[in-house]
C-alpha cells in the first residue's frame, strides 16, 4: 500500500511559479512510475506530467511542455512538479498519481492517489 500526501499548491500571480511535493509512504515507492493530474472545476481530471520508475524518461502534456517539470527522488520517497510561467489556465486542484507505468497512468488506470492540493492563478 502506498500513501501520497501533496504539498506546494497556493495562490499565484499569472507568470508566476509554484513548486508541488508529493511524498510517498512505503518502501515501494521506486517500484511505480509517478505521475500528476489536475481537474479544473467543471471539467475532467487531465494528465499533467509522468515520470518513469527510474527517473529516467519524462512526459508531459502538450498544454505544460516547456513550463513544467516534473521530478522524482527515489532515496526521499519523493515527486516534484516544478510549474513556471503560470497561466490562469493551469488553475487547478493538482493530484499526485501512482501506477504501473505512465502510459497505463495515461490511460486512466491509476492505483494510487493524492488528496490533491488546489492551485490558483490570478490574471
Known amino acids: 500500500q502506498v500513501q501520497l500526501v501533496e504539498s506546494g499548491g497556493g495562490l499565484v500571480q499569472a507568470g508566476g511559479s509554484l513548486r508541488l511535493s508529493c511524498a510517498a509512504s512505503?518502501?515501494?515507492?521506486?517500484?511505480?512510475?509517478m505521475g500528476w493530474f489536475r481537474q479544473a472545476p467543471g471539467k475532467e481530471r487531465e494528465f499533467v506530467a509522468g515520470?518513469?520508475?527510474?527517473?529516467?524518461?519524462?512526459y508531459y502534456a502538450d498544454s505544460v511542455k516547456g513550463r513544467f517539470t516534473i521530478s522524482r527522488d527515489n532515496a526521499k520517497n519523493t515527486v516534484r512538479l516544478q510549474m513556471n510561467s503560470l497561466k490562469p489556465e493551469d488553475t487547478a486542484v493538482y493530484y499526485c498519481?501512482?501506477?504501473?507505468?505512465?502510459?497505463?497512468?495515461?490511460?486512466?488506470?491509476?492505483?494510487?492517489w493524492g488528496q490533491g492540493t488546489q492551485v490558483t492563478v490570478s490574471s
Open positions: 498519481a501512482g501506477g504501473v507505468t505512465v502510459a497505463t497512468m495515461r490511460d486512466r488506470r491509476v492505483d494510487y
Open positions: 512505503g518502501r515501494t515507492f521506486s517500484s511505480y512510475a
Open positions: 515520470i518513469s520508475r527510474s527517473g529516467s524518461s519524462t
